[in-house]
């Protein structure tokens, strides 16, 4: 009875890496334009949704071959070309010790609530500057701070859109009770960027642990560890 039962989960998990495998791969075709003699190798599984593979290639209308490059998928969200710290990251079974390894950030594990708080803020505020971006195709000042998220800046007139209640229902403070720290770089007619940092439980620049310094930059690798620690 137990044989049986194993058969049966590891049936249903090649089916499921295979699907996995196949919706990747079509991805990556319906990215190309008119491909020609298209190949796939190495197309590996790992936990949260990511499939990281190579793929060759001939692609008419740009007369370019390309030979075996990697690539991959995030929850069918295509990455090609691939950079290399996020094939580092992603095309693993342990993504928690990579951003470990390389950030000093971690360890990102159920009894870790302080990042898990730090992920959540970072999601929510990001969520809500991108909104703001939306609504005046500007982020709000450094002078305005998060705050232009909460309550209407005074910049802002009348027939400006501005949501009840604003953008978020209130700024959080980090796991320390320190304001995250928010910085903005905007010009000409093209989108700015932004980026809402913690420094830690020291509140000092550098560190590692629960004094690391941990921003915006890395919240896509942060996002993807709270779904792979949901499935766990």
Request: include cysteine; glycine fraction near 8%; proline fraction near 6%.
């Amino acid at each position: 009875m137990l044989r049986s039962v194993l058969s049966l989960f590891v049936a249903l998990l090649l089916a499921a890496c295979s699907s996995e495998k196949n919706e990747a791969t079509r991805i990556l075709e319906e990215s190309l334009i008119n491909p020609r003699d298209l190949e796939f190798r190495d197309l590996e599984t790992y936990p949260g949704g990511v499939v990281c593979g190579e793929f060759s290639a001939y692609t008419p209308a740009t007369r370019m071959k390309t030979d075996f490059a990697p690539f991959m998928t995030v929850r069918q969200k295509l990455y090609n070309p691939a950079r290399k710290k996020d094939l580092a990251f992603y095309c693993t079974e342990n993504s928690a010790q990579v951003l470990l390894e390389t950030t000093g950030i971690g360890p990102y594990d159920a009894n870790n609530t302080e990042l898990a708080q730090i992920t959540a803020d970072l999601d929510a505020l990001d969520i809500a500057l991108e909104a703001y971006y939306i609504d005046h195709y500007f982020y709000p000042t450094a002078e305005q701070g998060l705050g232009a998220l909460v309550a209407r800046p005074e910049e802002l007139d009348a027939t400006q859109p501005y949501p009840e209640g604003g953008y978020i229902e209130s700024v959080p403070s980090d796991p320390w009770g320190r304001s995250y720290l928010y910085e903005e770089e905007q010009w000409g007619r093209t989108k700015g960027n932004f980026t809402v940092t913690t420094l830690g439980a020291d509140g000092v620049a550098g560190g590692g642990g629960k004094d690391a310094d941990i921003s915006t930059l890395l919240l896509p690798y942060l996002r993807h560890l709270a779904v792979v620690l949901e499935k766990d």
